[in-house]
């Protein structure tokens, strides 16, 4: 068999392949230049829009958690106001069974609490708005002590209610008798209630919204 033949190419006169090729590169980087501007443009315009998210959502994640503080504020400077108004009520701590009435009035009033009571000096609950199905003593508790010691209005951690048996935020204030605390008044408030406005609120899908104290 003979050597094999090579495949036929075809020659033009005057037609320069290499020349053809350079202009090709010439003509795809002239278009690369025009194009690369717009992709720059696009991707710095993705960057900025992400970027221009995360804030929003940070200021509105802000915004909420201040509109959170503000609505516990309001709830806590209110529970004050009613307890200092019964603090100077006689009945209060003259009569366990006018004391417990008064409270159930009180409770059916205000919504967002789910107990008020006075706590005597030894710890024990002498009257409460819910009837209690057995003696109970919050004398171990830290905001019972200092509403004694400081002779203030106090609001405890979130602490599972023994009277009600839910947890509650539970706010004291202290009635005092020439100079000397003689007992301590207590309005449980409801949790749920106190976070219901989130309902009002509307919140971007997946987002949580967590209460704590300082435990």
């Known amino acids: 068999a003979g050597n094999p033949v090579p495949p036929a ?4 006169p005057g037609f320069d392949t290499a020349r053809l090729n350079s202009l090709r590169w010439r003509l795809l980087l002239l278009v690369g230049l025009a ?3 717009m992709v720059a ?3 710095a315009a993705g960057i900025q829009e992400r970027e221009n998210a995360l804030v929003n959502a940070r200021q509105n994640l802000q915004r909420l958690a201040n509109l959170a503080a503000a609505n516990e504020a309001q709830s806590l400077e209110g529970a004050h106001q ?3 108004d019964l603090s100077s009520i006689p009945d209060v701590t003259a009569d366990p069974a006018k004391c417990s009435e008064l409270m159930a009035e009180i409770l059916d009033r205000n919504t967002i609490y789910v107990n008020f009571g006075l706590i005597a000096m ?3 609950v002498s ?3 819910v009837p209690l199905a057995a003696p109970v003593n919050l004398g171990d508790r830290l905001h019972f002590k200092r509403a004694v010691a400081e002779k203030r209005f ?3 951690r979130y602490v599972f209610g023994r009277v009600i048996q839910k947890h509650t935020i539970n706010l004291t204030y202290p009635v005092i008798k020439r100079g000397q605390v003689i007992g301590v008044l207590l309005a449980a408030m409801d949790l749920a209630e106190l976070d219901k406005f989130v309902g009002d ?3 971007p899908a997946g987002t949580l919204l967590w209460t704590l104290d300082d435990q």
């Open 35 to 37: 194009i690369a501007p």
């Open 122 to 124: 030894d710890g024990n």
């Open 82 to 84: 009613i307890l200092r």
């Open 154 to 156: 106090i609001a405890s």
């Open 201 to 203: 609120v509307k919140l």
């Open 9 to 12: 190419r075809w020659f033009f």
């Open 127 to 129: 009257c409460s708005a």
């Open 41 to 43: 443009m696009t991707v």
